[in-house]
């Protein structure tokens, strides 16, 4: 463990000691200095802190005026790092703070707003009150930025929820999420949910769905005209199993993937809790959001990782990448048996689903069970608490979080789990992310806390 630092200087642990707050993952400059989202009061309130990476010194810090939206859970503060080096984080009113070099401490700073900075500054508070960025932000390779905001009353500028694209010179443009959907009944983004870009970088996929955070939200899948945000392409999200309506939770954090394919990856809770044990769906599209191939077996609140079908020596399909996530089986919902797993998936293959077995899913290239017995049965095991999860090709492995407070290596030549971290006595929480740094850091979120590892 080279060094930590919070990530939360307030954390807000429920009676039984959860914590259900997400935490925004960290950016990495090319210079090795890593940026952190960090939340500083008990309900919200946050500030940017710049760190090299090496040592974990304070290089400069500013204060956000971020506010989150409606919510349920505590969503991620997300930061944005962009090939040409700007960083973007939101601020209150829809608006973004933009700092031009990352690891300067006395960099150009500014102020832009999707519906125009100058009316911003005309009355902030009227945008402050009602308007808030309720997703992470995705930039194009151009710097080009997209972000999804929810609208909660009245403004001078008649925004209502959608979808933002901001150019680097400032300039805006947005599409209502109504609009976009062409249903009267979805209105705003999918909490939490960050824009995916095509691998030309013309089409842009972000989810919306209907109703309050507590309500069973319903939804679609979108694919905007990345220029003009006109919407190419809409999927209804259906469970699988039952051909319902899926539910798009606002308590998760799942964002399409896009595979080198051109595949969509996106992940939904089932159609009706607990028929498939909580651990929804994966569902996969084409460019064009036509249902293809099958789904995976679990989509709740991850993000698969795409990986090259040659980090699993023992693979012998015919698909060129594999989609690697938690695969958890919770103990209590349904017939989970709490034998919580990570899994490597193969989305061009099938097999029975194995909670629903007339359902055909991508097919298990590989399984590993958490480590950590739980002591609700005499088997079930402390989940893997991660939503996106960093790779390292090079030696063909996996980094994941634990809720036993262990991060683990998870070997794919060997299928082990070949190293481990402790990082805490460990928790419930909300999952977090693992990330790799310029220099080969590892650096992963638990119990409020960033902590950096480096190899001795």
Request: net charge neutral.
């Amino acid at each position: 463990m080279a060094w930590t630092a919070p990530v939360d200087l307030a954390p807000q642990y429920t009676a039984g000691g959860a914590l259900l707050t997400h935490y925004g993952s960290p950016v990495v400059t090319t210079g090795n200095v890593i940026v952190i989202p960090v939340k500083t009061g008990a309900t919200g309130g946050y500030r940017i802190e710049a760190r090299t990476g090496t040592t974990g010194a304070l290089l400069w810090q500013a204060d956000s005026d971020y506010a989150t939206p409606p919510r349920n859970w505590l969503p991620p503060y997300n930061l944005l790092l962009t090939q040409q080096g700007r960083l973007y984080a939101p601020g209150a009113g829809g608006k973004l703070l933009v700092r031009d070099n990352a690891e300067a401490a006395n960099a150009a700073t500014a102020t832009q707003a999707f519906y125009g900075i100058a009316a911003y500054n005309a009355n902030p508070a009227a945008f402050n009150n009602s308007v808030f960025i309720n997703t992470p932000l995705t930039a194009d390779a151009q710097g080009n930025i997209f972000f999804g905001f929810v609208v909660t009353g009245a403004n001078p500028a008649g925004l209502v929820s959608g979808i933002a694209r901001i150019a680097p010179d400032g300039t805006g443009i947005w599409v209502g999420a109504t609009a976009a959907a062409n249903d009267g009944l979805e209105h705003k983004p999918v909490m939490n949910c960050a824009p995916a870009l095509s691998n030309d970088g013309s089409t842009v996929y972000i989810a919306v769905n209907r109703g309050s955070t507590n309500a069973l939200q319903r939804g679609y899948l979108l694919a905007l005209d990345s220029t003009t945000l006109a919407t190419r392409a809409k999927a209804e999200l259906r469970d699988p199993n039952t051909n319902a309506l899926a539910r798009l939770s606002d308590d998760g954090t799942s964002s399409p993937v896009v595979g080198p394919d051109g595949r969509v990856f996106y992940g939904v809770l089932e159609s009706q809790y607990p028929a498939h044990n909580a651990r929804g769906w994966l569902l996969q599209f084409d460019a064009m959001l036509n249902p293809v191939g099958v789904p995976g077996s679990f989509g709740w609140d991850v993000s698969p990782s795409v990986i090259p079908a040659s980090m699993v020596p023992s693979y012998t399909g015919t698909s060129a990448y594999l989609l690697a996530q938690k695969y958890n089986n919770y103990v209590g919902a349904g017939t989970g048996d709490g034998l919580n797993r990570m899994a490597v998936l193969d989305p061009g293959a099938s097999q029975p689903d194995p909670i629903v077995a007339n359902v055909q899913v991508m097919r298990e290239v590989m399984t590993i069970l958490g480590p950590t017995r739980d002591g609700v049965t005499a088997n079930s095991r402390r989940e893997w608490c991660i939503n996106t999860m960093a790779t390292d090709p090079q030696r063909r492995s996996v980094l994941a979080n634990n809720e036993d407070g262990v991060m683990y290596r998870w070997d794919l030549a060997t299928n082990t789990l070949s190293q481990s971290v402790r990082l805490n006595a460990g928790l419930g929480q909300a999952y977090t992310p693992t990330l790799v740094g310029a220099d080969g850091g590892v650096y992963a979120i638990s119990n409020a806390t960033l902590y950096a590892i480096r190899a001795t």
